[in-house]
Protein backbone atom coordinates (compact mmCIF):
# COMPACT_ATOMS: atom_id res chain seq x y z
CA UNK A 1 0.00 0.00 0.00
CA UNK A 2 3.28 2.50 0.47
CA UNK A 3 4.48 1.97 -2.81
CA UNK A 4 0.66 2.69 -4.09
CA UNK A 5 0.59 5.63 -2.57
CA UNK A 6 3.96 7.07 -3.47
CA UNK A 7 3.17 6.33 -6.98
CA UNK A 8 -0.23 8.21 -6.57
CA UNK A 9 1.06 10.90 -5.02
CA UNK A 10 3.60 11.56 -8.19
CA UNK A 11 0.30 11.86 -10.71
CA UNK A 12 -0.01 15.54 -11.29
CA UNK A 13 -3.43 17.27 -9.54
CA UNK A 14 -4.29 14.15 -8.10
CA UNK A 15 -5.58 14.29 -4.51
CA UNK A 16 -4.57 11.28 -2.40
CA UNK A 17 -6.14 11.00 1.17
CA UNK A 18 -5.33 7.76 3.02
CA UNK A 19 -7.78 5.44 5.08
CA UNK A 20 -10.51 7.79 4.17
CA UNK A 21 -14.23 6.91 6.20
CA UNK A 22 -16.75 6.48 3.88
CA UNK A 23 -20.10 6.58 5.98
CA UNK A 24 -19.60 10.60 5.84
CA UNK A 25 -19.28 10.51 2.07
CA UNK A 26 -22.74 8.49 1.31
CA UNK A 27 -26.27 9.71 2.07
CA UNK A 28 -27.08 6.39 3.99
CA UNK A 29 -24.20 6.77 6.33
CA UNK A 30 -23.17 3.51 6.63
CA UNK A 31 -19.84 1.60 5.99
CA UNK A 32 -15.93 1.68 6.45
CA UNK A 33 -12.97 3.30 5.05
CA UNK A 34 -11.34 3.35 1.64
CA UNK A 35 -7.54 2.69 1.92
CA UNK A 36 -7.13 5.45 -0.49
CA UNK A 37 -9.25 7.90 -1.73
CA UNK A 38 -8.13 9.51 -5.13
CA UNK A 39 -9.59 12.74 -6.50
CA UNK A 40 -8.27 13.92 -9.53
CA UNK A 41 -8.97 17.67 -10.18
CA UNK A 42 -8.61 17.33 -13.73
CA UNK A 43 -9.67 15.03 -16.74
CA UNK A 44 -5.61 14.57 -17.84
CA UNK A 45 -5.11 13.71 -14.13
CA UNK A 46 -7.95 11.30 -14.15
CA UNK A 47 -6.79 9.77 -17.40
CA UNK A 48 -2.97 9.36 -15.83
CA UNK A 49 -4.30 7.65 -12.65
CA UNK A 50 -6.56 5.10 -14.88
CA UNK A 51 -3.84 4.10 -16.81
CA UNK A 52 -1.94 3.22 -13.78
CA UNK A 53 -4.50 1.61 -11.93
CA UNK A 54 -4.75 -0.18 -15.04
CA UNK A 55 -1.34 -0.95 -16.42
CA UNK A 56 -1.35 -2.58 -12.56
CA UNK A 57 -4.48 -4.33 -12.47
CA UNK A 58 -5.78 -2.49 -9.80
CA UNK A 59 -9.19 -2.63 -9.02
CA UNK A 60 -11.08 0.26 -7.75
CA UNK A 61 -14.51 1.69 -7.30
CA UNK A 62 -15.71 4.98 -8.48
CA UNK A 63 -17.88 7.38 -6.09
CA UNK A 64 -20.03 10.23 -7.09
CA UNK A 65 -22.14 11.37 -4.30
CA UNK A 66 -22.97 8.54 -2.45
CA UNK A 67 -26.59 8.69 -2.76
CA UNK A 68 -27.16 5.42 -3.90
CA UNK A 69 -24.47 3.06 -2.10
CA UNK A 70 -24.10 0.63 0.55
CA UNK A 71 -20.80 0.50 1.17
CA UNK A 72 -19.34 -2.53 3.52
CA UNK A 73 -18.37 -2.15 6.82
CA UNK A 74 -15.29 -3.32 5.67
CA UNK A 75 -14.41 -0.73 3.66
CA UNK A 76 -12.60 -0.92 0.18
CA UNK A 77 -9.38 -0.52 -1.15
CA UNK A 78 -8.95 1.80 -3.60
CA UNK A 79 -11.91 4.85 -4.47
CA UNK A 80 -11.53 7.36 -7.45
CA UNK A 81 -13.96 10.18 -6.68
CA UNK A 82 -14.93 12.75 -9.25
CA UNK A 83 -16.14 15.34 -7.04
CA UNK A 84 -13.25 17.80 -8.26
CA UNK A 85 -14.52 17.49 -11.79
CA UNK A 86 -17.45 20.38 -12.09
CA UNK A 87 -17.11 22.60 -14.53
CA UNK A 88 -19.85 23.54 -16.74
CA UNK A 89 -19.91 25.57 -19.65
CA UNK A 90 -22.58 25.90 -23.11
CA UNK A 91 -20.16 25.19 -26.49
CA UNK A 92 -22.53 26.18 -28.67
CA UNK A 93 -26.32 27.92 -28.02
CA UNK A 94 -27.42 23.91 -29.22
CA UNK A 95 -24.48 22.00 -26.51
CA UNK A 96 -23.85 22.48 -22.62
CA UNK A 97 -20.24 20.29 -21.52
CA UNK A 98 -20.82 19.17 -17.58
CA UNK A 99 -18.08 17.13 -16.07
CA UNK A 100 -19.15 14.06 -14.29
CA UNK A 101 -18.58 15.10 -10.67
CA UNK A 102 -21.10 18.20 -11.07
CA UNK A 103 -24.08 17.47 -8.82
CA UNK A 104 -28.07 17.47 -10.41
CA UNK A 105 -28.38 20.43 -8.06
CA UNK A 106 -25.48 22.16 -9.37
CA UNK A 107 -26.79 21.69 -12.32
CA UNK A 108 -30.20 22.46 -11.88
CA UNK A 109 -29.07 26.17 -10.79
CA UNK A 110 -27.51 26.91 -13.48
CA UNK A 111 -30.60 25.73 -15.76
CA UNK A 112 -32.05 28.52 -13.58
CA UNK A 113 -29.68 30.81 -13.12
CA UNK A 114 -29.52 30.40 -17.36
CA UNK A 115 -32.92 29.49 -18.03
CA UNK A 116 -32.91 26.52 -19.74
CA UNK A 117 -35.68 23.98 -18.55
CA UNK A 118 -36.03 20.06 -18.87
CA UNK A 119 -34.75 18.36 -16.44
CA UNK A 120 -37.01 19.80 -13.15
CA UNK A 121 -38.86 16.64 -12.35
CA UNK A 122 -35.35 15.48 -11.70
CA UNK A 123 -34.65 18.08 -8.54
CA UNK A 124 -34.16 16.34 -5.36
CA UNK A 125 -32.40 13.52 -6.75
CA UNK A 126 -29.05 13.84 -4.50
CA UNK A 127 -26.70 12.58 -7.13
CA UNK A 128 -23.55 13.68 -8.85
CA UNK A 129 -24.17 13.79 -12.90
CA UNK A 130 -21.61 10.96 -13.28
CA UNK A 131 -23.83 9.03 -10.63
CA UNK A 132 -27.16 9.95 -12.73
CA UNK A 133 -25.76 8.50 -15.52
CA UNK A 134 -24.56 5.83 -14.78
CA UNK A 135 -27.95 4.47 -12.97
CA UNK A 136 -30.11 6.67 -15.58
CA UNK A 137 -31.63 8.26 -12.50
CA UNK A 138 -35.38 9.31 -12.71
CA UNK A 139 -38.36 10.34 -11.48
CA UNK A 140 -41.84 11.91 -12.22
CA UNK A 141 -41.47 10.41 -16.02
CA UNK A 142 -38.19 11.78 -16.95
CA UNK A 143 -34.61 10.23 -16.78
CA UNK A 144 -31.55 12.26 -17.04
CA UNK A 145 -30.39 9.96 -20.08
CA UNK A 146 -33.43 11.47 -22.25
CA UNK A 147 -31.36 14.69 -22.02
CA UNK A 148 -27.63 13.72 -23.24
CA UNK A 149 -26.37 13.66 -26.40
CA UNK A 150 -23.08 12.40 -26.78
CA UNK A 151 -20.85 11.02 -22.84
CA UNK A 152 -17.23 11.31 -22.27
CA UNK A 153 -16.32 7.69 -21.28
CA UNK A 154 -12.55 7.92 -19.82
CA UNK A 155 -10.69 4.25 -19.32
CA UNK A 156 -6.48 3.46 -18.54
CA UNK A 157 -6.55 3.77 -22.44
CA UNK A 158 -7.41 7.60 -21.80
CA UNK A 159 -10.99 9.47 -22.95
CA UNK A 160 -13.56 8.63 -25.54
CA UNK A 161 -16.66 10.46 -26.75
CA UNK A 162 -19.76 8.56 -27.54
CA UNK A 163 -22.70 9.51 -29.08
CA UNK A 164 -25.94 8.32 -27.77
CA UNK A 165 -28.26 5.82 -29.16
CA UNK A 166 -31.64 5.12 -28.55
CA UNK A 167 -31.47 1.88 -26.16
CA UNK A 168 -28.31 3.08 -24.49
CA UNK A 169 -30.37 4.22 -21.66
CA UNK A 170 -33.29 2.60 -19.64
CA UNK A 171 -34.94 2.00 -16.66
CA UNK A 172 -32.11 3.21 -13.89
CA UNK A 173 -29.55 1.08 -16.13
CA UNK A 174 -26.92 2.74 -19.14
CA UNK A 175 -24.74 0.95 -21.41
CA UNK A 176 -21.11 2.27 -19.95
CA UNK A 177 -18.66 0.00 -21.80
CA UNK A 178 -17.20 -2.28 -19.07
CA UNK A 179 -13.97 -0.68 -17.57
CA UNK A 180 -15.17 2.70 -17.84
CA UNK A 181 -16.13 5.95 -16.35
CA UNK A 182 -18.24 8.50 -16.97
CA UNK A 183 -16.31 11.58 -16.86
CA UNK A 184 -18.47 14.11 -18.66
CA UNK A 185 -21.51 14.41 -20.56
CA UNK A 186 -22.76 16.77 -23.48
CA UNK A 187 -26.86 18.01 -22.91
CA UNK A 188 -28.71 19.34 -25.95
CA UNK A 189 -30.43 22.87 -25.76
CA UNK A 190 -32.33 25.11 -27.58
CA UNK A 191 -34.22 28.22 -27.89
CA UNK A 192 -37.65 28.73 -26.72
CA UNK A 193 -39.19 28.70 -30.38
CA UNK A 194 -38.13 24.73 -30.84
CA UNK A 195 -40.67 22.33 -29.79
CA UNK A 196 -40.44 21.50 -25.99
CA UNK A 197 -39.21 19.08 -24.76
CA UNK A 198 -38.51 17.21 -28.40
CA UNK A 199 -35.84 17.23 -31.59
CA UNK A 200 -35.47 16.04 -35.04
CA UNK A 201 -34.45 12.66 -33.31
CA UNK A 202 -37.51 12.61 -31.09
CA UNK A 203 -34.81 13.19 -27.60
CA UNK A 204 -35.48 15.74 -24.78
CA UNK A 205 -34.06 18.51 -25.31
CA UNK A 206 -33.06 21.69 -22.33
CA UNK A 207 -35.41 24.69 -23.53
CA UNK A 208 -34.53 27.96 -22.59
CA UNK A 209 -37.80 30.13 -20.98
CA UNK A 210 -38.02 32.36 -17.91
CA UNK A 211 -35.92 31.58 -15.09
CA UNK A 212 -39.28 32.07 -12.57
CA UNK A 213 -41.09 29.01 -14.53
CA UNK A 214 -38.19 26.57 -13.94
CA UNK A 215 -38.28 27.54 -10.41
CA UNK A 216 -42.14 26.75 -10.17
CA UNK A 217 -41.76 23.86 -11.78
CA UNK A 218 -38.36 22.59 -9.04
CA UNK A 219 -40.67 24.18 -6.27
CA UNK A 220 -43.33 21.81 -7.44
CA UNK A 221 -41.38 18.59 -7.25
CA UNK A 222 -39.61 19.22 -4.31
CA UNK A 223 -43.08 19.49 -2.33
CA UNK A 224 -43.92 16.59 -3.86
CA UNK A 225 -40.61 15.06 -2.59
CA UNK A 226 -41.52 16.42 0.62
CA UNK A 227 -44.61 14.79 1.32
CA UNK A 228 -44.17 11.29 0.01
CA UNK A 229 -40.39 10.53 1.28
CA UNK A 230 -38.60 10.23 4.79
CA UNK A 231 -36.03 13.39 4.16
CA UNK A 232 -35.10 14.01 7.54
CA UNK A 233 -33.39 10.25 7.77
CA UNK A 234 -30.06 8.85 5.90
CA UNK A 235 -31.06 6.64 2.78
CA UNK A 236 -30.20 5.35 -0.18
CA UNK A 237 -33.53 6.13 -1.99
CA UNK A 238 -35.54 3.60 -3.14
CA UNK A 239 -33.86 0.56 -2.50
CA UNK A 240 -35.76 -1.61 -4.81
CA UNK A 241 -36.45 -1.60 -8.52
CA UNK A 242 -40.14 -1.61 -9.70
CA UNK A 243 -40.67 -5.15 -10.80
CA UNK A 244 -42.83 -3.43 -13.69
CA UNK A 245 -44.11 -0.55 -14.71
CA UNK A 246 -47.59 -1.94 -13.58
CA UNK A 247 -45.81 -3.31 -10.03
CA UNK A 248 -43.91 -0.94 -8.22
CA UNK A 249 -41.78 -2.40 -5.48
CA UNK A 250 -43.20 -0.09 -2.68
CA UNK A 251 -46.74 -1.52 -2.69
CA UNK A 252 -45.20 -4.99 -2.49
CA UNK A 253 -44.01 -4.15 0.50
CA UNK A 254 -46.63 -2.24 1.98
CA UNK A 255 -49.12 -4.54 1.22
CA UNK A 256 -46.77 -7.30 3.30
CA UNK A 257 -46.72 -4.94 6.51
CA UNK A 258 -42.98 -4.49 6.12
CA UNK A 259 -42.93 -0.84 6.87
CA UNK A 260 -41.66 0.20 10.07
CA UNK A 261 -39.97 -3.51 10.13
CA UNK A 262 -36.45 -2.93 11.99
CA UNK A 263 -33.08 -4.76 12.23
CA UNK A 264 -31.62 -2.54 14.76
CA UNK A 265 -31.15 0.97 13.60
CA UNK A 266 -32.35 -0.07 10.36
CA UNK A 267 -35.73 0.89 9.53
CA UNK A 268 -37.93 0.10 6.66
CA UNK A 269 -39.67 3.60 6.35
CA UNK A 270 -43.07 4.11 7.60
CA UNK A 271 -43.33 6.77 4.81
CA UNK A 272 -41.89 4.83 1.82
CA UNK A 273 -42.37 1.63 1.74
CA UNK A 274 -39.25 1.32 -0.38
CA UNK A 275 -36.70 3.51 1.60
CA UNK A 276 -35.25 1.95 4.54
CA UNK A 277 -33.42 4.53 6.88
CA UNK A 278 -30.62 4.88 9.34
CA UNK A 279 -31.81 5.70 12.68
CA UNK A 280 -28.84 6.77 14.21
CA UNK A 281 -26.71 3.53 14.66
CA UNK A 282 -26.89 1.31 11.56
CA UNK A 283 -24.22 -0.15 10.38
CA UNK A 284 -24.24 -1.37 6.71
CA UNK A 285 -24.54 -5.03 7.97
CA UNK A 286 -27.92 -4.17 9.26
CA UNK A 287 -29.24 -2.07 6.28
CA UNK A 288 -28.01 -5.51 4.06
CA UNK A 289 -29.58 -7.78 6.59
CA UNK A 290 -33.02 -6.24 6.45
CA UNK A 291 -32.55 -5.80 2.61
CA UNK A 292 -32.93 -9.28 3.26
CA UNK A 293 -35.53 -9.84 5.20
CA UNK A 294 -37.87 -7.69 3.03
CA UNK A 295 -37.00 -9.63 -0.29
CA UNK A 296 -37.76 -12.92 1.88
CA UNK A 297 -40.84 -11.82 3.33
CA UNK A 298 -42.24 -9.78 -0.45
CA UNK A 299 -41.10 -13.44 -2.36
CA UNK A 300 -43.00 -15.60 0.11
CA UNK A 301 -45.81 -13.84 0.64
CA UNK A 302 -46.13 -12.55 -3.23
CA UNK A 303 -44.58 -14.57 -5.15
CA UNK A 304 -42.43 -11.59 -6.68
CA UNK A 305 -38.87 -11.80 -6.40
CA UNK A 306 -37.34 -7.50 -5.85
CA UNK A 307 -34.03 -6.73 -6.86
CA UNK A 308 -32.04 -4.11 -5.73
CA UNK A 309 -31.77 -0.65 -7.15
CA UNK A 310 -29.05 0.45 -4.50
CA UNK A 311 -25.32 -0.36 -5.60
CA UNK A 312 -23.83 -2.74 -2.69
CA UNK A 313 -19.77 -2.19 -2.16
CA UNK A 314 -19.19 -5.87 -0.35
CA UNK A 315 -15.73 -6.03 -1.15
CA UNK A 316 -13.53 -7.06 1.46
CA UNK A 317 -10.63 -4.31 1.93
CA UNK A 318 -7.71 -5.74 -0.77
CA UNK A 319 -3.99 -6.09 0.26
CA UNK A 320 -2.47 -3.71 -2.27
C1 LIG B 1 -33.40 11.03 -0.66
C2 LIG B 1 -33.05 10.37 -1.96
C3 LIG B 1 -33.91 10.47 -3.05
C4 LIG B 1 -33.60 9.85 -4.26
N1 LIG B 1 -34.46 9.99 -5.30
C5 LIG B 1 -34.17 9.39 -6.48
C6 LIG B 1 -35.07 9.50 -7.59
O1 LIG B 1 -36.11 10.16 -7.53
N2 LIG B 1 -34.73 8.88 -8.75
C7 LIG B 1 -33.57 8.16 -8.87
O2 LIG B 1 -33.31 7.62 -9.97
N3 LIG B 1 -32.71 8.04 -7.83
C8 LIG B 1 -32.98 8.62 -6.65
N4 LIG B 1 -32.11 8.50 -5.61
C9 LIG B 1 -30.90 7.66 -5.75
C10 LIG B 1 -29.63 8.40 -6.19
O3 LIG B 1 -29.66 9.75 -5.77
C11 LIG B 1 -29.44 8.33 -7.71
O4 LIG B 1 -29.32 7.00 -8.17
C12 LIG B 1 -28.17 9.13 -8.10
O5 LIG B 1 -28.20 9.37 -9.46
C13 LIG B 1 -26.87 8.42 -7.75
O6 LIG B 1 -25.79 9.30 -8.03
P1 LIG B 1 -24.49 9.35 -7.12
O7 LIG B 1 -23.56 10.32 -7.72
O8 LIG B 1 -24.86 9.58 -5.72
O9 LIG B 1 -23.93 7.87 -7.34
P2 LIG B 1 -23.22 6.95 -6.28
O10 LIG B 1 -24.22 6.53 -5.26
O11 LIG B 1 -21.98 7.54 -5.80
O12 LIG B 1 -22.88 5.69 -7.20
C14 LIG B 1 -23.92 4.90 -7.76
C15 LIG B 1 -23.29 3.99 -8.84
O13 LIG B 1 -22.85 4.81 -9.91
C16 LIG B 1 -21.45 4.55 -10.15
N5 LIG B 1 -20.85 5.82 -10.58
C17 LIG B 1 -20.83 6.99 -9.89
N6 LIG B 1 -20.20 7.93 -10.63
C18 LIG B 1 -19.82 7.33 -11.78
C19 LIG B 1 -19.12 7.78 -12.94
N7 LIG B 1 -18.69 9.04 -13.06
N8 LIG B 1 -18.90 6.90 -13.93
C20 LIG B 1 -19.32 5.60 -13.83
N9 LIG B 1 -19.98 5.13 -12.76
C21 LIG B 1 -20.24 5.98 -11.75
C22 LIG B 1 -20.90 4.06 -8.83
O14 LIG B 1 -19.71 3.31 -9.02
C23 LIG B 1 -22.07 3.22 -8.35
O15 LIG B 1 -22.05 1.95 -8.98
C24 LIG B 1 -32.40 9.11 -4.39
C25 LIG B 1 -31.52 9.01 -3.30
C26 LIG B 1 -31.84 9.63 -2.08
C27 LIG B 1 -30.89 9.52 -0.93
Not at 10 to 16: A, W, Y
Not at 162 to 183: Q, V
Not at 210 to 225: A, D, F, G, Q, V
Not at 244 to 268: E, H, K, M, P, Y
Amino acid sequence: MQQLLRDLRRIDGLIVEEDRPLAPLTTMKVGGKAGCLLKPTSLSALEGLLNYLGGRQIPYKVLGNGSNLIVSDKGIGVVVCLSKLKKIYTISKRGLYVEAGCTLSGLLSWCVKNGYSGIEPLAGIPGSLGGALFMNAGANGVSIGDFVESLCVTTGDGSQWININKGFFSYRKSSIPSGGLISAARFRLASSSRKANAMDSGAAVMRSVHPSYILNNIKETMKKRVSSQPLGRPSAGCVFRNPSSRISAWSLIASCGLQGTRIRDAQVSEKHANFIVNLGKASSHDILSLIGLVKKRVWEETGVYLREEVVVWNNEKQNL
